[in-house]
């Protein structure tokens, strides 16, 4: 008996600031958070490719349970003595309750007079409760690795029941480090059996023995999550 999917749109953009839906030479995204074969999800703007870059991160961090984006108005005063509003382009929850602000920004347009602005957003939503701490992130604040493996996270996060459950196996009595073509091969299932695995490993089942780029011959360990 077949049965019949039904689309349900995911919720809206929690944007405070409206995100522009395009811009001429200028990197736009519309991401959808949180999906899964029961849940539509959550769509989540960036208004620029250091956004996104770092929205993958802080989505693939284990301890990482929402990413807000635009939230505010935070006031501020210039040196000249005229106010004007910051929003917050995105706000990490995080597992322990903790709200850590995230503002994208070139190192080439980090300016004293953007810095002494972020100070006083920075003390304005910490005051409001918005915030524990607000950090700025430049292109240099990304490491590489950590980038690469929260864009493969992304596109492997959709469940595979099948590969899933024989990868799950295949790892329980894992003793010492193994690559992961090795385990691949023990799925025998493909490229979904290496997905799958992709999948324990950010959910913390499996652990990269070394900091990498996450690839068939990269050794995995057990981790300390326990799947039962």
Same mark, same amino acid.
């Given at each position: ?39 539509? =999800?959550? &769509? ?6 250091? /956004? #996104?870059?770092?929205?993958? +991160?802080? %989505?693939?961090?284990? @301890? ?64 409001? =409760?918005? &915030? ?6 430049? /292109? #240099?604040?990304?490491?590489? +690795?950590? %980038?690469?493996?929260? @864009? ?77």
């Amino acid at each position: 008996m077949s049965s019949t999917y039904f689309w349900d749109d995911p919720r809206p953009s929690r944007a405070v600031k409206p995100v522009p839906k395009s811009g001429h030479g200028h990197f736009v995204v519309q991401m959808v958070i949180h999906d899964t074969d029961e849940q539509p =999800g959550q &769509i989540s703007m960036c208004g620029s490719l250091g /956004e #996104y870059r770092t929205r993958l +991160i802080a %989505l693939a961090e284990p @301890d990482t349970i929402d990413v807000i984006e635009q939230v505010g108005p935070f006031p501020w005063t210039d040196e000249k003595g005229e106010r004007h509003h910051h929003y917050i382009d995105q706000i990490v929850v995080k597992n322990d309750g903790r709200r850590l602000g995230l503002t994208d920004k070139p190192y080439r347009r980090v300016t004293p007079a953007f810095q002494a602005e972020i100070a006083q957003v920075d003390a304005e939503a910490r005051k409001r =409760g918005a &915030i524990n701490r607000l950090y700025l992130v430049t /292109e #240099y604040a990304r490491d590489p +690795i950590k %980038l690469y493996n929260a @864009d493969l996270f992304r596109g492997c996060r959709d469940a595979d029941p099948e590969a899933d459950a024989l990868a799950l196996a295949v790892v329980t009595d894992l003793s010492g480090d193994v690559p992961l073509q090795s385990l691949v091969a023990e799925i025998n299932r493909g490229p979904r059996g290496f997905r799958a695995l992709v999948r324990l490993i950010q959910q913390g089942i499996l652990r990269l023995a070394h900091e990498e780029k996450i690839k068939p011959t990269t050794l995995v360990i057990r981790g300390e999550v326990s799947h039962v």
